[in-house]
């Protein structure tokens, strides 16, 4: 028969056992791991794949070749950086500086004095009002008598024949034009001078030794064209230029160019009639 004090004894030592087992929960740790697992299957390691391949592309593709280029390059022209001459210009800098003779000793202008009712204006705006007050009033002398002799806003006189006879005799006149005619200069007409630095015959001198209308054949054409006229004449700027290089390569007796088919002396349509009216009209 077992006693009460083993009884009591064992009764402690087994519940001290009991409380000290660690009470483990399988079913959370059950679900900790299936969302490990779900977590672990979720990673795109497609993505991660890609990612690599890209960063390993990018380091492929950096251009060291352009980047020791460019380092050398720097790297010449800060060798060729000529130290000595800038020292040099930096020296002669200085001593033009140090050269430099100061001019007149600058005046310091002193401010004037503001009247005393002025005093609580403000400083710019009381200086001016100061110098307008300092200057002289306008004077009210009255005009001289000879003011009226330097009156340029009057009419002039010279048509009227009682003022005028006054001041001039009909030999005074008579004489004062004989003056004007002993100074008068007459120019002779000379010949036509030639444009400086050029050779080119003159267009204007040809068109008034001319006599003939435009399209009145002088000269024989027999290997005349239209087309080569055409095609010829579209080169040159304008009829003036055209009627200058046909003068100048044997026109108008010879049309090397085909410049003037019709054979009247006149290339490209060019007409010398405005020269021979300016002649007649002066004549």
């Given amino acids: 028969m077992l006693k009460p004090q083993n009884f009591f004894l064992g009764l402690v ?4 056992v009991s409380g000290c087992e660690p009470t483990i929960n399988s079913q959370q740790i059950t679900q900790n791991a299936q ?7 979720n990673i795109d390691t497609q993505r991660i794949v890609q990612s690599a391949q890209n960063v390993r592309e990018s380091v492929r593709n ?9 380092a050398q390059s720097v790297r010449e022209n800060v060798q060729n950086i000529d130290t000595k001459k800038i020292v040099q210009s930096a020296q002669n800098l200085r001593e033009n500086l140090q050269n430099i003779k100061p001019s007149s000793p600058l005046k310091i202008k002193e401010p004037k004095a503001v009247p005393e009712s002025l005093e609580n204006t403000d400083p710019v705006l009381a200086e001016i009002i100061g110098t307008v007050l300092e200057e002289e009033p306008p004077s009210t002398s009255k005009p001289s008598p000879d003011a009226d002799e330097l009156d340029t806003t009057k009419l002039s006189d010279e048509n009227d024949f009682e003022a005028v006879s006054e001041r001039q005799s009909i030999e005074s006149d008579a004489e004062r034009l004989q003056n004007n005619r002993a100074l008068y200069i007459l120019v002779e007409p000379t010949s ?14 040809f068109a ?16 005349a064209s239209e087309t080569r006229f055409e095609w010829n004449c579209a080169k040159y700027s304008s009829q003036s230029a055209a009627q200058e290089a046909f003068l ?7 049309d090397a160019n085909g410049l003037d088919p019709d054979g009247d002396g006149f290339a490209c349509y060019w007409d010398p009639e405005p020269f021979r009216s300016v002649l007649k009209e002066n004549n």
């Fill in 62 to 70: 950096i251009d060291t070749q352009r980047i020791v280029q460019s």
């Fill in 35 to 41: 969302n490990l697992r779900e977590n672990v299957r």
């Fill in 208 to 223: 008034i030794k001319t006599t003939n209308p435009v399209g009145t054949q002088l000269y024989s054409r027999p290997f």
């Fill in 192 to 205: 036509l001078p030639r444009r400086p630095g050029s050779t080119a015959p003159s267009i204007v001198e």
């Fill in 248 to 254: 100048s390569k044997g026109g108008p007796k010879f």
């Fill in 13 to 16: 030592i087994l519940m001290f």
